[in-house]
């Protein structure tokens, strides 16, 4: 296709010509929000659930929401519709602003509002069937991980860890304590329940926290949210991750040990499906 068409602060232009001062606070300080939300048949999937965590992550770092709900919604369908693919998803960011270098927040600002949207690539079935390896390290973020922050310079460290230990996610632990994966939610099977991490300030609650919970109801499995010691992690029977792009995903390599028995299980199985007809239905 010809170029992406991204938004800019009320203006939608090619990605290659949109531009931000040097001076925005998102580039000095990470000071900003963002959100990434799934798109399926041309329409936001949870988009109300994901429009909320917008708002409250703004509201936790005192920026005025630019847009009310309807504002936003107009704005990403807009966006939706200029490109071509049927499935895709779209980063929204919000950060507080131009201004001249200071910590504190200054005055009279408006804040920058930029958007875009990718091919969603769905993950490929060879990770479906065989599921990804991930590796595990203390988590070393700062105290408000519930806060959907620009500042990710401790996610992309312990990503580029994984990476380079040919591992597709990092588990991260406090205290012998499972919080989540760099970019994923993490949820251990253990016999036939699904088990996952209470979302509090540690933790960011995903919107797939919600979805699983849902999916779990429907289908039957107990779901629980609780603390997760690190020994019961590389006891579970199966380990999975979820996120926005890589909607569910089989663990089956821990730190180079295999999860259960090296194979994707079936509680993933049936959750996969489950997914998949939840995006149908949407
Ligand atoms: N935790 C972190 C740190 C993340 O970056 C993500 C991905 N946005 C998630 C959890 C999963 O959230 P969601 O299901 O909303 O994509």
Not at 145 to 172: F, P, R, T, W, Y
Request: hydrophobic content about 40%; some cysteine.
């Amino acid at each position: 296709m010809s170029e992406q068409i991204v938004y800019l602060n009320g203006e939608f232009l090619p990605l290659s010509e949109a531009r931000i001062p040097v001076l925005d606070r998102g580039f000095i300080f990470g000071d900003g929000i963002y959100e990434v939300v799934p798109v399926y048949a041309g329409r936001p999937f949870r988009f109300t659930q994901h429009l909320q965590r917008l708002a409250r992550s703004l509201q936790a770092i005192g920026i005025d929401n630019p847009f009310d709900e309807s504002g936003w919604r107009g704005l990403v369908a807009d966006l939706i519709s200029r490109h071509p693919w049927s499935d895709q998803f779209v980063y929204m960011q919000v950060t507080r602003g131009v201004a001249k270098r200071d910590h504190a927040f200054p005055k009279g600002i408006r804040p920058t509002v930029f958007a875009m949207s990718s091919e969603f690539i769905a993950p490929s079935r060879e990770q479906r069937e065989q599921g990804v390896a991930a590796i595990t390290l203390p988590d070393e973020r700062w105290l408000h991980c519930d806060i959907k922050s620009v500042s990710l310079l401790g996610n992309v460290l312990a990503k580029q860890a994984a990476v380079e230990a040919g591992a597709a996610e990092c588990l991260m632990f406090r205290d012998g304590i499972l919080t989540e994966g760099s970019s994923s939610n993490i949820w251990m099977a253990r016999h036939g329940k699904v088990v996952g991490s209470p979302v509090n300030h540690l933790v960011l609650e995903g919107i797939r926290v919600g979805l699983l919970a849902d999916l779990c109801a429907a289908s039957g499995i107990d779901y629980t949210l609780r603390r997760i010691a690190r020994e019961e992690v590389f006891a579970a029977d199966e380990l999975m991750l979820t996120s926005a792009t890589r909607e569910v995903l089989p663990i089956t390599r821990l730190d180079g040990k295999p999860v259960g028995d090296g194979r994707p299980g079936p509680v993933y199985q049936r959750l996969f499906n489950a997914y998949q007809d939840a995006k149908r239905a949407a």
